[in-house]
C-alpha cells in the first residue's frame, strides 16, 4: 500500500513517522522544507507538489490546519488522484465541511473517509492517539492497518462522513469545558491558600480522575508556555466550529460563548501561539475583583 501523507506539523510529523515505522511506503509533502527533511531523513519520499505526492497513492493522508486549508489542497490533489484511491481526512473541520469535501471527491472517482483523533504531540508520537471514524464501510476496513499503525484505538461512527467530525468538535468542546473549569477552581484555590497540586491530587483519586483532568489540571497548575501543546487560536477555531454546528441544530452553547470570549481576547492580546491552559493565567487577571 503507497501512502502519502500531506500535513507535517505538531501532529502530522509524529504520525506519520509511525507509519514509517509500521514498514508502510511513504510519500509526504509539506509547505515547509524543515519539516519535509525531517520525515526524509526516516525513509519518506518528498515531493515538492502535493499532486505529484498524490498521484498513485492507494490513500492520501490529510492533516492540516483548517477547513480552508484541506478545501486548497483538495483542488491540488483529487485531480491527480487514481480512482478508487481513498482521501483519508484528519483534520479536525466542521461536518458541513467534510460532507462537501465528499461529495468532491466523488466527481474524481475518490472516496473520502472522516478520521480526526483525539491526542496531543506527545500522544501522537507514542501511537496512542484516539481515531474518529465515518464513512464507505469497505474503505474502513482498508484504511484499519493504517489507522492501527497510528493510534490505540479507533471508534467508528457510521457510513455518514459529517459524524466523526461532529464527534471530534463535541470532544473538543468537553476539553474547553474543562480547562475553563479547571483554571476558575484553581485559581479560588490560590486564593484561599490551598496547595493547588493536592487539589489536583484529590480530584483525580476521587470522582473526577478522567486523563483530561490530569493532563490540563497539571498544565494550569505549571502555567508555562507549552510550544507543543493546543494553540489558542486553533482551539478558537475548533470552539467556533462547534457553535456553528449546535446553531445548524437550532441550538445556542453558552458556555461556548463564555470561553470562545476569553480565546478572543488572548488572541486579540498576541497570544494566539500559546497553549489553551494559558486561560488561567489570562483569567487570573479578567476575574479580578
Known sequence: MIITFIGLGNMGLPMATNLIKAGFQLRAFNRSAGKREAIKALGATIFDKAEEA????????TMLSDDAAVDEINKS????MKKGSIHLSMSTISPASATRFEEQCKKHNVVYLASPVMGRPPAAEAKQLFILLSGATAEKGKVQPVLQAMGQRVFDFGEEVASANTVKLIMNYMIFVTTE??????LVAEK?????QVLLDTMLSTIFGAPVMKNYGNLIIEEKDNLNGFATKLASKDLRLMQETALAQDLRLPLAEIIQSSLQEIINAGGGGKDISYLVTHLREKLKQ
Open 77 to 80: 490533489i483529487l485531480p491527480a
Open 192 to 196: 484561599a491558600g490551598i496547595q493547588k
Open 181 to 186: 473549569m479547571l483554571s476558575e477552581v484553581m
Open 54 to 61: 498524490a498521484k498513485d497513492a492507494d490513500v492520501v493522508i
